[in-house]
Protein backbone atom coordinates (compact mmCIF):
# COMPACT_ATOMS: atom_id res chain seq x y z
CA UNK A 1 0.00 0.00 0.00
CA UNK A 2 1.48 2.82 -0.82
CA UNK A 3 2.24 6.36 1.30
CA UNK A 4 -0.39 9.01 0.86
CA UNK A 5 -0.21 11.94 2.89
CA UNK A 6 -3.55 13.73 4.13
CA UNK A 7 -4.60 16.18 1.86
CA UNK A 8 -4.90 19.66 2.68
CA UNK A 9 -7.80 20.94 5.11
CA UNK A 10 -8.77 17.58 6.09
CA UNK A 11 -7.18 17.61 9.35
CA UNK A 12 -9.06 16.47 12.54
CA UNK A 13 -10.49 19.79 14.20
CA UNK A 14 -9.03 18.70 17.50
CA UNK A 15 -5.67 20.02 17.39
CA UNK A 16 -3.30 17.19 18.91
CA UNK A 17 -1.02 17.91 22.07
CA UNK A 18 1.97 18.25 20.84
CA UNK A 19 0.83 21.31 18.85
CA UNK A 20 1.25 22.81 22.25
CA UNK A 21 4.77 23.03 22.44
CA UNK A 22 5.37 23.30 18.35
CA UNK A 23 8.08 25.58 17.55
CA UNK A 24 5.99 29.51 17.65
CA UNK A 25 8.10 30.72 14.82
CA UNK A 26 7.06 27.45 12.28
CA UNK A 27 3.69 26.68 10.86
CA UNK A 28 2.45 22.59 11.04
CA UNK A 29 2.15 22.11 7.73
CA UNK A 30 4.56 23.14 4.91
CA UNK A 31 4.13 23.00 1.03
CA UNK A 32 7.33 21.41 -0.39
CA UNK A 33 8.56 22.59 -3.82
CA UNK A 34 7.11 20.45 -6.86
CA UNK A 35 10.24 20.45 -8.33
CA UNK A 36 13.96 18.25 -8.41
CA UNK A 37 16.59 17.94 -5.82
CA UNK A 38 18.54 19.43 -8.30
CA UNK A 39 16.78 22.63 -8.16
CA UNK A 40 17.79 23.12 -5.01
CA UNK A 41 21.02 23.24 -5.99
CA UNK A 42 20.72 25.30 -9.14
CA UNK A 43 18.96 27.77 -7.29
CA UNK A 44 21.44 28.17 -4.43
CA UNK A 45 24.17 28.67 -7.24
CA UNK A 46 21.96 31.26 -8.83
CA UNK A 47 21.20 33.08 -5.16
CA UNK A 48 24.82 32.60 -4.09
CA UNK A 49 27.34 31.55 -6.62
CA UNK A 50 30.50 33.29 -4.67
CA UNK A 51 29.02 31.47 -1.22
CA UNK A 52 30.96 28.38 0.33
CA UNK A 53 29.04 25.63 -0.16
CA UNK A 54 31.87 23.41 1.11
CA UNK A 55 34.82 22.98 3.16
CA UNK A 56 37.04 20.21 3.12
CA UNK A 57 40.58 20.78 5.26
CA UNK A 58 41.64 24.31 3.48
CA UNK A 59 39.99 23.56 0.61
CA UNK A 60 36.32 25.39 -0.70
CA UNK A 61 34.00 24.70 -3.34
CA UNK A 62 31.80 28.07 -3.97
CA UNK A 63 27.85 27.07 -5.21
CA UNK A 64 29.14 28.08 -8.62
CA UNK A 65 32.06 25.62 -8.22
CA UNK A 66 29.65 22.69 -6.76
CA UNK A 67 27.41 23.30 -9.67
CA UNK A 68 29.72 23.54 -12.52
CA UNK A 69 31.45 20.34 -11.61
CA UNK A 70 28.38 18.73 -10.39
CA UNK A 71 26.69 19.48 -14.48
CA UNK A 72 30.54 18.20 -15.98
CA UNK A 73 30.08 15.08 -14.35
CA UNK A 74 26.49 14.67 -15.11
CA UNK A 75 27.48 15.65 -18.78
CA UNK A 76 30.15 12.52 -18.36
CA UNK A 77 27.80 10.30 -17.37
CA UNK A 78 24.97 10.77 -20.48
CA UNK A 79 28.20 10.46 -22.89
CA UNK A 80 29.07 6.74 -21.11
CA UNK A 81 25.32 5.84 -21.36
CA UNK A 82 23.36 7.00 -18.20
CA UNK A 83 19.42 7.24 -18.85
CA UNK A 84 16.34 8.84 -17.29
CA UNK A 85 15.87 5.75 -14.30
CA UNK A 86 19.58 3.88 -13.85
CA UNK A 87 20.86 3.45 -10.68
CA UNK A 88 24.33 4.77 -10.31
CA UNK A 89 26.19 3.16 -7.00
CA UNK A 90 28.04 6.29 -5.20
CA UNK A 91 30.49 4.39 -2.54
CA UNK A 92 33.24 7.12 -0.64
CA UNK A 93 33.57 8.43 2.87
CA UNK A 94 32.16 11.96 3.11
CA UNK A 95 33.92 14.28 0.80
CA UNK A 96 33.17 16.75 -1.72
CA UNK A 97 33.22 15.07 -4.52
CA UNK A 98 30.16 12.92 -2.62
CA UNK A 99 27.86 15.48 -3.14
CA UNK A 100 29.94 16.49 -6.83
CA UNK A 101 28.66 13.18 -7.55
CA UNK A 102 25.35 12.91 -5.92
CA UNK A 103 24.04 16.23 -7.44
CA UNK A 104 25.55 14.76 -11.24
CA UNK A 105 23.44 11.67 -10.71
CA UNK A 106 20.41 13.80 -10.13
CA UNK A 107 21.21 16.26 -12.82
CA UNK A 108 21.51 12.73 -15.67
CA UNK A 109 18.20 11.99 -14.16
CA UNK A 110 19.26 9.27 -12.57
CA UNK A 111 19.46 7.34 -9.41
CA UNK A 112 21.82 7.68 -6.24
CA UNK A 113 22.63 4.31 -4.60
CA UNK A 114 24.48 5.10 -1.69
CA UNK A 115 26.75 2.62 -0.65
CA UNK A 116 28.03 2.29 2.77
CA UNK A 117 32.13 2.52 2.24
CA UNK A 118 32.56 -0.43 4.51
CA UNK A 119 30.78 -2.91 3.09
CA UNK A 120 32.81 -6.15 2.04
CA UNK A 121 33.12 -7.79 -1.55
CA UNK A 122 30.11 -10.42 -0.30
CA UNK A 123 28.20 -7.76 0.54
CA UNK A 124 28.98 -5.14 -2.27
CA UNK A 125 27.14 -8.23 -4.40
CA UNK A 126 23.83 -7.69 -3.47
CA UNK A 127 24.11 -3.63 -4.16
CA UNK A 128 25.53 -4.01 -7.82
CA UNK A 129 22.87 -7.32 -8.66
CA UNK A 130 19.87 -5.85 -6.51
CA UNK A 131 19.69 -2.02 -8.45
CA UNK A 132 21.01 -3.92 -11.80
CA UNK A 133 23.42 -1.29 -11.36
CA UNK A 134 25.96 -0.63 -14.19
CA UNK A 135 27.58 2.68 -13.06
CA UNK A 136 29.95 3.33 -10.04
CA UNK A 137 31.66 6.23 -8.61
CA UNK A 138 33.78 5.22 -6.11
CA UNK A 139 37.02 6.42 -3.72
CA UNK A 140 40.27 5.05 -5.11
CA UNK A 141 40.55 3.08 -1.96
CA UNK A 142 37.30 1.38 -2.09
CA UNK A 143 37.75 0.33 -5.97
CA UNK A 144 39.49 -2.97 -5.45
CA UNK A 145 36.65 -3.96 -2.98
CA UNK A 146 34.08 -3.28 -5.36
CA UNK A 147 36.01 -5.08 -8.34
CA UNK A 148 36.34 -8.10 -6.07
CA UNK A 149 32.34 -7.70 -5.67
CA UNK A 150 32.20 -7.38 -9.56
CA UNK A 151 34.01 -9.80 -10.69
CA UNK A 152 32.30 -12.78 -8.52
CA UNK A 153 28.80 -12.30 -10.15
CA UNK A 154 27.58 -13.20 -13.70
CA UNK A 155 29.10 -11.15 -16.60
CA UNK A 156 25.44 -9.81 -17.47
CA UNK A 157 24.94 -8.49 -14.05
CA UNK A 158 28.44 -7.09 -13.74
CA UNK A 159 29.14 -3.17 -13.60
CA UNK A 160 30.28 -1.76 -17.32
CA UNK A 161 31.83 1.81 -15.98
CA UNK A 162 33.80 2.32 -12.90
CA UNK A 163 34.80 6.64 -12.20
CA UNK A 164 37.52 6.53 -9.89
CA UNK A 165 38.40 9.68 -7.38
CA UNK A 166 41.32 10.37 -4.77
CA UNK A 167 40.11 12.33 -1.70
CA UNK A 168 43.17 14.32 -2.70
CA UNK A 169 41.64 15.18 -5.50
CA UNK A 170 39.40 17.64 -3.37
CA UNK A 171 42.44 19.54 -2.38
CA UNK A 172 43.51 22.22 -5.16
CA UNK A 173 46.68 22.34 -6.70
CA UNK A 174 48.28 19.33 -4.83
CA UNK A 175 49.22 17.45 -7.89
CA UNK A 176 49.25 13.83 -8.22
CA UNK A 177 51.47 12.40 -5.22
CA UNK A 178 51.26 15.17 -2.90
CA UNK A 179 53.63 15.01 0.34
CA UNK A 180 52.78 14.97 3.63
CA UNK A 181 54.72 18.16 4.56
CA UNK A 182 52.25 19.89 1.62
CA UNK A 183 48.99 18.17 3.11
CA UNK A 184 49.90 19.64 6.24
CA UNK A 185 50.69 23.25 4.91
CA UNK A 186 47.03 23.11 3.65
CA UNK A 187 45.53 22.42 6.92
CA UNK A 188 45.46 18.48 7.03
CA UNK A 189 46.15 16.91 10.35
CA UNK A 190 49.39 14.73 9.91
CA UNK A 191 47.77 11.63 10.94
CA UNK A 192 45.45 11.96 8.22
CA UNK A 193 48.19 12.94 5.62
CA UNK A 194 48.83 8.76 4.58
CA UNK A 195 44.95 8.65 4.26
CA UNK A 196 44.98 11.72 1.77
CA UNK A 197 47.94 10.71 0.07
CA UNK A 198 46.66 7.39 -1.75
CA UNK A 199 46.63 7.27 -5.16
CA UNK A 200 46.02 3.83 -7.03
CA UNK A 201 46.57 3.55 -10.80
CA UNK A 202 44.41 1.44 -12.94
CA UNK A 203 47.59 -0.45 -13.68
CA UNK A 204 46.65 -1.99 -10.14
CA UNK A 205 43.16 -2.97 -10.84
CA UNK A 206 44.07 -5.10 -13.41
CA UNK A 207 44.42 -8.66 -12.04
CA UNK A 208 41.15 -7.84 -9.90
CA UNK A 209 39.51 -7.45 -12.90
CA UNK A 210 40.80 -9.68 -15.53
CA UNK A 211 37.07 -9.43 -17.74
CA UNK A 212 37.81 -5.99 -18.48
CA UNK A 213 34.59 -4.76 -16.77
CA UNK A 214 34.12 -2.37 -15.69
CA UNK A 215 36.46 0.35 -17.51
CA UNK A 216 37.80 2.98 -15.33
CA UNK A 217 37.58 6.63 -15.43
CA UNK A 218 39.64 8.87 -13.27
CA UNK A 219 37.55 11.85 -11.80
CA UNK A 220 39.69 14.48 -13.75
CA UNK A 221 38.43 13.67 -16.82
CA UNK A 222 35.04 13.24 -15.87
CA UNK A 223 34.87 16.95 -14.84
CA UNK A 224 36.99 18.25 -18.04
CA UNK A 225 33.91 17.04 -20.07
CA UNK A 226 33.10 20.19 -21.96
CA UNK A 227 29.44 18.70 -23.16
CA UNK A 228 26.19 19.85 -22.65
CA UNK A 229 24.09 17.81 -19.68
CA UNK A 230 21.07 16.56 -21.59
CA UNK A 231 17.80 17.95 -20.83
CA UNK A 232 16.51 18.41 -16.97
CA UNK A 233 13.33 15.88 -17.48
CA UNK A 234 12.64 14.16 -13.82
CA UNK A 235 9.84 15.06 -11.75
CA UNK A 236 8.87 15.30 -8.27
CA UNK A 237 7.44 11.50 -8.84
CA UNK A 238 10.25 9.80 -9.79
CA UNK A 239 12.98 8.09 -8.04
CA UNK A 240 15.73 10.01 -6.57
CA UNK A 241 17.92 8.10 -4.47
CA UNK A 242 17.48 4.28 -3.42
CA UNK A 243 18.77 3.38 -0.30
CA UNK A 244 19.16 0.04 1.09
CA UNK A 245 18.40 -0.96 4.82
CA UNK A 246 18.70 -4.77 6.32
CA UNK A 247 15.70 -6.76 7.31
CA UNK A 248 14.45 -9.25 9.68
CA UNK A 249 14.79 -11.47 7.05
CA UNK A 250 16.91 -12.25 3.93
CA UNK A 251 18.65 -9.11 2.02
CA UNK A 252 19.15 -5.73 2.35
CA UNK A 253 15.98 -3.79 0.28
CA UNK A 254 15.94 -0.54 -1.59
CA UNK A 255 14.08 1.97 -0.22
CA UNK A 256 12.55 3.72 -3.16
CA UNK A 257 12.49 7.79 -2.22
CA UNK A 258 11.13 10.32 -4.94
CA UNK A 259 12.17 13.77 -5.30
CA UNK A 260 9.31 14.49 -3.58
CA UNK A 261 9.72 12.46 -0.38
CA UNK A 262 13.69 13.61 0.45
CA UNK A 263 12.11 17.41 -1.05
CA UNK A 264 9.68 17.42 2.25
CA UNK A 265 12.53 16.62 4.45
CA UNK A 266 15.59 18.73 3.44
CA UNK A 267 13.36 21.63 3.63
CA UNK A 268 11.67 20.42 6.60
CA UNK A 269 14.95 19.80 8.08
CA UNK A 270 16.27 23.28 7.43
CA UNK A 271 13.50 24.81 8.97
CA UNK A 272 13.20 23.10 12.21
CA UNK A 273 16.76 23.86 12.75
CA UNK A 274 16.76 27.30 11.93
CA UNK A 275 18.18 27.50 8.56
CA UNK A 276 19.77 30.14 7.07
CA UNK A 277 21.94 31.55 4.10
CA UNK A 278 24.52 31.81 7.67
CA UNK A 279 24.21 28.53 8.74
CA UNK A 280 27.80 26.95 8.41
CA UNK A 281 27.12 22.57 9.35
CA UNK A 282 29.96 20.50 10.66
CA UNK A 283 29.03 17.41 8.23
CA UNK A 284 30.71 14.30 9.90
CA UNK A 285 27.13 11.88 9.96
CA UNK A 286 28.14 9.76 6.83
CA UNK A 287 26.47 10.93 3.55
CA UNK A 288 25.80 7.34 2.57
CA UNK A 289 23.54 6.76 5.58
CA UNK A 290 19.97 8.52 5.05
CA UNK A 291 20.59 10.92 7.63
CA UNK A 292 23.84 12.61 6.85
CA UNK A 293 22.18 12.78 2.91
CA UNK A 294 19.08 14.21 3.66
CA UNK A 295 18.85 15.78 7.20
CA UNK A 296 22.75 17.12 6.76
CA UNK A 297 23.28 17.90 2.83
CA UNK A 298 20.11 18.37 1.16
CA UNK A 299 18.68 20.61 4.02
CA UNK A 300 22.23 22.45 3.76
CA UNK A 301 22.08 22.94 0.03
CA UNK A 302 18.12 24.06 0.29
CA UNK A 303 19.05 26.63 2.76
CA UNK A 304 22.34 27.42 0.81
CA UNK A 305 24.25 26.74 3.75
CA UNK A 306 28.05 25.42 4.41
CA UNK A 307 28.80 22.28 4.63
CA UNK A 308 32.28 21.71 6.54
CA UNK A 309 33.21 18.21 5.40
CA UNK A 310 34.64 15.41 7.60
CA UNK A 311 35.50 11.88 5.72
CA UNK A 312 35.23 10.15 8.95
CA UNK A 313 34.53 10.83 13.06
CA UNK A 314 38.18 12.08 15.00
CA UNK A 315 37.43 14.42 18.28
CA UNK A 316 39.96 16.11 17.37
CA UNK A 317 39.59 16.81 14.05
CA UNK A 318 35.82 18.28 14.68
CA UNK A 319 37.10 20.11 17.52
CA UNK A 320 39.60 22.09 15.11
CA UNK A 321 36.64 22.47 12.41
CA UNK A 322 34.20 23.70 14.68
CA UNK A 323 37.00 26.46 15.95
CA UNK A 324 38.05 27.45 12.83
CA UNK A 325 35.07 27.58 10.42
CA UNK A 326 32.73 28.73 12.91
CA UNK A 327 30.43 25.87 12.84
CA UNK A 328 26.41 26.41 14.19
CA UNK A 329 24.97 23.11 13.41
CA UNK A 330 25.80 19.83 14.25
CA UNK A 331 23.94 17.18 13.62
CA UNK A 332 25.58 13.67 14.80
CA UNK A 333 25.25 10.81 17.13
CA UNK A 334 26.10 10.69 20.80
CA UNK A 335 29.22 9.07 21.41
CA UNK A 336 30.68 11.93 19.15
CA UNK A 337 29.60 14.45 21.40
CA UNK A 338 30.89 12.10 24.33
CA UNK A 339 34.41 11.63 22.99
CA UNK A 340 35.23 14.96 21.94
CA UNK A 341 34.06 16.55 25.57
CA UNK A 342 36.59 13.88 26.37
CA UNK A 343 39.32 14.96 24.59
CA UNK A 344 42.49 15.99 26.37
CA UNK A 345 42.25 18.78 24.00
CA UNK A 346 39.12 19.69 24.91
CA UNK A 347 39.71 22.88 26.39
CA UNK A 348 41.56 24.23 23.48
CA UNK A 349 38.42 24.51 21.05
CA UNK A 350 36.41 27.33 20.63
CA UNK A 351 32.20 25.83 20.64
CA UNK A 352 30.67 29.09 21.47
CA UNK A 353 29.86 29.67 17.78
CA UNK A 354 27.15 26.51 18.13
CA UNK A 355 23.59 27.45 18.06
CA UNK A 356 22.20 23.99 17.55
CA UNK A 357 23.56 20.64 18.25
CA UNK A 358 21.13 17.38 17.77
CA UNK A 359 21.08 13.98 16.01
CA UNK A 360 19.61 10.10 17.05
CA UNK A 361 20.61 7.15 16.18
CA UNK A 362 21.05 6.27 19.97
CA UNK A 363 19.67 8.38 23.41
CA UNK A 364 22.37 11.19 24.61
CA UNK A 365 22.84 10.11 28.57
CA UNK A 366 21.36 12.47 30.60
CA UNK A 367 24.81 13.97 32.13
CA UNK A 368 26.14 14.95 28.90
CA UNK A 369 23.10 16.59 27.81
CA UNK A 370 23.22 18.21 31.03
CA UNK A 371 26.68 19.34 30.47
CA UNK A 372 25.74 20.69 27.16
CA UNK A 373 23.27 23.03 28.78
CA UNK A 374 25.12 23.65 31.75
CA UNK A 375 28.15 24.87 30.02
CA UNK A 376 27.47 26.11 26.61
CA UNK A 377 23.90 27.01 26.88
CA UNK A 378 22.77 23.86 23.87
CA UNK A 379 20.19 21.87 24.47
CA UNK A 380 20.91 18.69 23.04
CA UNK A 381 17.52 17.74 20.13
CA UNK A 382 16.88 14.22 20.15
CA UNK A 383 15.21 13.17 16.74
CA UNK A 384 14.24 9.58 14.90
CA UNK A 385 13.59 8.40 11.88
CA UNK A 386 14.31 5.21 9.41
CA UNK A 387 15.62 4.96 5.91
CA UNK A 388 11.68 4.53 5.05
CA UNK A 389 11.00 7.93 6.23
CA UNK A 390 13.69 10.26 4.77
CA UNK A 391 15.45 10.54 8.29
CA UNK A 392 13.15 12.57 10.57
CA UNK A 393 10.25 11.45 11.41
CA UNK A 394 10.27 12.93 14.57
CA UNK A 395 12.17 15.24 16.44
CA UNK A 396 12.24 17.93 19.85
CA UNK A 397 11.39 20.80 19.51
CA UNK A 398 14.56 22.86 19.75
CA UNK A 399 13.37 25.33 22.87
CA UNK A 400 11.67 22.70 24.40
CA UNK A 401 13.11 19.32 23.73
CA UNK A 402 12.87 16.62 26.56
CA UNK A 403 15.64 14.58 27.08
CA UNK A 404 16.03 10.41 25.97
CA UNK A 405 12.80 11.25 24.27
CA UNK A 406 11.75 10.67 20.14
CA UNK A 407 10.43 14.16 20.09
CA UNK A 408 7.07 15.08 18.52
CA UNK A 409 5.57 14.22 14.75
CA UNK A 410 7.53 16.29 12.27
CA UNK A 411 6.04 18.64 10.03
CA UNK A 412 3.14 17.48 8.02
CA UNK A 413 3.71 14.06 9.87
CA UNK A 414 0.97 12.15 11.63
CA UNK A 415 2.18 9.39 13.98
CA UNK A 416 0.23 7.10 16.22
CA UNK A 417 1.40 4.22 18.63
CA UNK A 418 -0.93 0.86 17.43
CA UNK A 419 -1.52 -2.58 19.24
CA UNK A 420 1.43 -4.92 16.66
CA UNK A 421 -1.44 -7.75 16.80
CA UNK A 422 -5.07 -5.49 16.11
CA UNK A 423 -3.40 -2.67 14.80
CA UNK A 424 -6.11 -0.37 16.86
CA UNK A 425 -4.90 3.07 17.93
CA UNK A 426 -3.49 2.94 21.75
CA UNK A 427 -4.26 5.16 24.32
CA UNK A 428 -1.29 7.76 25.89
CA UNK A 429 1.00 5.82 27.71
CA UNK A 430 0.03 2.61 26.54
CA UNK A 431 3.19 0.91 25.14
CA UNK A 432 2.91 -0.34 20.98
CA UNK A 433 3.75 0.05 17.41
CA UNK A 434 5.06 3.16 15.96
CA UNK A 435 3.37 4.25 12.89
CA UNK A 436 3.76 7.08 11.09
CA UNK A 437 2.02 8.86 7.65
CA UNK A 438 3.82 12.02 6.17
CA UNK A 439 4.88 13.36 2.86
CA UNK A 440 8.76 12.14 3.69
CA UNK A 441 7.84 8.14 3.31
CA UNK A 442 8.91 6.30 1.33
CA UNK A 443 7.80 4.93 -1.79
CA UNK A 444 7.69 0.72 -1.40
CA UNK A 445 10.54 -1.53 -1.06
CA UNK A 446 12.42 -2.30 -4.48
CA UNK A 447 11.13 -4.64 -6.22
CA UNK A 448 9.81 -6.19 -2.78
CA UNK A 449 5.86 -5.79 -3.61
CA UNK A 450 4.99 -8.26 -0.67
CA UNK A 451 7.36 -6.40 1.62
CA UNK A 452 5.92 -2.93 0.86
CA UNK A 453 2.49 -4.23 1.51
CA UNK A 454 3.21 -5.58 4.72
CA UNK A 455 4.79 -2.33 5.77
CA UNK A 456 2.19 -0.29 5.19
CA UNK A 457 -1.82 -0.45 6.25
CA UNK A 458 -4.88 1.68 6.49
CA UNK A 459 -6.02 3.89 9.64
CA UNK A 460 -8.74 6.62 9.62
CA UNK A 461 -8.41 6.63 5.37
CA UNK A 462 -4.10 6.88 5.48
CA UNK A 463 -1.86 4.90 4.34
CA UNK A 464 0.27 4.54 7.78
CA UNK A 465 4.14 2.76 7.68
CA UNK A 466 4.70 0.29 10.53
CA UNK A 467 8.19 1.36 11.66
CA UNK A 468 8.54 -2.02 13.75
CA UNK A 469 9.92 -0.06 16.91
CA UNK A 470 7.56 -0.25 20.11
CA UNK A 471 7.21 2.68 22.35
CA UNK A 472 4.45 4.99 23.72
CA UNK A 473 3.68 8.97 23.69
CA UNK A 474 3.11 11.17 26.80
CA UNK A 475 0.17 13.28 27.42
CA UNK A 476 2.12 16.64 25.71
CA UNK A 477 2.27 14.13 22.24
CA UNK A 478 6.07 13.40 22.82
CA UNK A 479 7.25 9.96 21.73
CA UNK A 480 9.23 7.33 23.77
CA UNK A 481 11.00 4.35 22.89
CA UNK A 482 11.18 0.99 24.44
CA UNK A 483 11.84 -1.84 22.21
CA UNK A 484 11.65 -3.16 18.93
CA UNK A 485 9.48 -5.76 17.37
CA UNK A 486 12.23 -6.56 14.92
CA UNK A 487 15.57 -7.78 15.96
CA UNK A 488 17.70 -4.67 14.79
CA UNK A 489 21.09 -4.20 17.06
CA UNK A 490 21.87 -0.75 17.37
CA UNK A 491 25.70 -0.62 17.78
CA UNK A 492 26.85 3.58 18.47
CA UNK A 493 23.79 4.65 15.51
CA UNK A 494 24.64 2.23 12.98
CA UNK A 495 21.81 -0.17 12.56
CA UNK A 496 22.76 -4.46 12.70
CA UNK A 497 19.90 -6.65 11.49
CA UNK A 498 20.58 -10.11 12.90
CA UNK A 499 19.36 -11.46 9.93
CA UNK A 500 21.82 -10.48 7.35
CA UNK A 501 24.79 -11.38 9.31
CA UNK A 502 23.25 -15.00 9.93
CA UNK A 503 23.48 -15.22 6.20
CA UNK A 504 27.01 -13.55 5.85
CA UNK A 505 28.37 -16.53 8.78
CA UNK A 506 26.57 -19.47 6.53
CA UNK A 507 29.07 -18.76 4.30
CA UNK A 508 32.10 -19.64 6.21
CA UNK A 509 32.27 -23.77 5.92
CA UNK A 510 32.74 -24.47 9.38
CA UNK A 511 29.08 -23.23 10.15
CA UNK A 512 26.60 -25.46 11.08
CA UNK A 513 23.75 -23.14 12.60
CA UNK A 514 24.25 -19.19 13.78
CA UNK A 515 22.19 -17.22 15.92
CA UNK A 516 23.13 -13.07 16.14
CA UNK A 517 21.93 -11.46 19.05
CA UNK A 518 22.67 -8.23 20.36
CA UNK A 519 25.03 -7.87 24.02
CA UNK A 520 25.50 -4.50 26.37
CA UNK A 521 28.62 -2.83 25.63
CA UNK A 522 30.39 -0.09 27.41
CA UNK A 523 30.97 2.25 24.40
CA UNK A 524 28.76 1.20 21.63
CA UNK A 525 25.44 0.91 24.05
CA UNK A 526 25.00 -2.64 22.59
CA UNK A 527 26.97 -4.80 19.97
CA UNK A 528 26.86 -8.30 17.77
CA UNK A 529 27.01 -11.45 19.70
CA UNK A 530 26.72 -14.40 17.21
CA UNK A 531 26.21 -17.71 18.95
CA UNK A 532 27.28 -20.71 16.81
CA UNK A 533 27.31 -24.55 16.03
CA UNK A 534 29.65 -25.64 13.98
CA UNK A 535 29.84 -28.72 11.44
CA UNK A 536 31.48 -32.22 12.56
CA UNK A 537 35.30 -31.82 12.18
CA UNK A 538 35.95 -28.28 13.16
CA UNK A 539 35.16 -28.40 16.98
CA UNK A 540 38.76 -27.90 18.56
CA UNK A 541 40.02 -27.26 15.43
CA UNK A 542 38.92 -23.49 15.07
CA UNK A 543 39.02 -21.12 17.75
CA UNK A 544 36.38 -18.42 18.44
CA UNK A 545 39.23 -15.74 17.32
CA UNK A 546 39.24 -17.43 14.04
CA UNK A 547 35.63 -16.95 13.63
CA UNK A 548 36.08 -13.67 14.70
CA UNK A 549 39.32 -12.83 12.26
CA UNK A 550 37.13 -14.45 9.30
CA UNK A 551 33.74 -12.14 10.10
CA UNK A 552 36.02 -8.94 9.96
CA UNK A 553 37.23 -9.97 6.66
CA UNK A 554 34.16 -10.74 5.09
CA UNK A 555 31.70 -7.44 6.89
CA UNK A 556 31.72 -4.14 7.34
CA UNK A 557 33.18 -3.09 10.43
CA UNK A 558 30.38 -1.77 11.94
CA UNK A 559 28.44 -5.15 11.57
CA UNK A 560 30.63 -8.44 12.68
CA UNK A 561 30.55 -9.86 15.69
CA UNK A 562 32.79 -8.60 18.33
CA UNK A 563 31.72 -11.37 20.70
CA UNK A 564 31.80 -14.78 19.85
CA UNK A 565 30.27 -18.41 21.84
CA UNK A 566 30.88 -21.58 20.34
CA UNK A 567 27.50 -24.13 21.28
CA UNK A 568 26.33 -27.53 20.90
CA UNK A 569 23.17 -26.63 20.11
CA UNK A 570 20.81 -24.11 19.71
CA UNK A 571 17.27 -23.44 21.32
CA UNK A 572 14.64 -24.20 19.42
CA UNK A 573 10.53 -24.33 19.30
CA UNK A 574 8.63 -27.19 19.17
CA UNK A 575 8.31 -26.24 14.97
CA UNK A 576 12.31 -25.96 14.83
CA UNK A 577 12.55 -22.28 14.81
CA UNK A 578 15.57 -21.36 16.54
CA UNK A 579 14.32 -19.75 19.86
CA UNK A 580 16.60 -15.90 19.24
CA UNK A 581 14.44 -14.26 22.34
CA UNK A 582 15.38 -16.57 24.66
CA UNK A 583 19.10 -16.47 23.65
CA UNK A 584 18.77 -12.86 23.60
CA UNK A 585 16.61 -12.61 27.56
CA UNK A 586 19.25 -15.30 28.58
CA UNK A 587 22.41 -12.60 27.62
CA UNK A 588 20.36 -10.11 29.30
CA UNK A 589 20.04 -11.51 32.56
CA UNK A 590 24.03 -12.49 32.48
CA UNK A 591 24.66 -9.01 32.00
CA UNK A 592 22.62 -7.74 35.16
CA UNK A 593 23.94 -10.29 36.88
CA UNK A 594 27.63 -9.49 36.50
Same mark, same amino acid.
Given at each position: MPNKPTPAGTESVQQPPHFAHWPARLPHRISAPATSLWQNLSVSALRYPDKRATVFFDSVLTYAD??????????????????????????????????????????????????????????????????????????????????????????????????????????????????????????????????????????????????????????????????????? @? =????? !? *?????? $? /? #???????? %????? @? =????? !? *?????? $? /? #???????? %??????????????HACVFGSGCMVIMPRWD????????????????????????????SPRFATFDLSSLVYIGGGGAAMPQAIAQRLLDQYGLRYVEGYGLTETAAPSHANPPDRPKQQCLGIPFLNVDARVVDPENLKELPAGEQGEIVVNGPQVFAGYWQRSEATRAAFFELDGKAFFRTGDLGWVDPEGYFFLTDRLKRMINASGFKVWPAEVEALMYRHPAVAEACVISTPDAYRGETVKAVVVLRPGFAGTLTEADMMAWCKDNMAAYKYPRVLEFVDKLPKSGSGKVMWRQLQDDERTRHRAG
Amino acid at each position: MPNKPTPAGTESVQQPPHFAHWPARLPHRISAPATSLWQNLSVSALRYPDKRATVFFDSVLTYADLQRQAEAVASWLALQGVKAGDRVLLMMQNCPQWVVAHFAVLRANAVVVPVNPMNRAQELQHHISDPAARFAIVAADLAQELLVANEQLPPEQRLSHLLVTHYSDALDGLGPNPTADTLVARGVPPGWCDWLAQRHGEEQWAAVSPSGLPSITDWSDALACASEPPPL @T =VCPAD !M *AVLPYT $S /G #TTGLPKGC %VHTHA @T =VMHNA !M *AGSLWG $S /G #TPENVMLA %VVPMFHITGMVSGMHACVFGSGCMVIMPRWDRDLAGQLISRWKVTHWTNIPTMVMDLLASPRFATFDLSSLVYIGGGGAAMPQAIAQRLLDQYGLRYVEGYGLTETAAPSHANPPDRPKQQCLGIPFLNVDARVVDPENLKELPAGEQGEIVVNGPQVFAGYWQRSEATRAAFFELDGKAFFRTGDLGWVDPEGYFFLTDRLKRMINASGFKVWPAEVEALMYRHPAVAEACVISTPDAYRGETVKAVVVLRPGFAGTLTEADMMAWCKDNMAAYKYPRVLEFVDKLPKSGSGKVMWRQLQDDERTRHRAG
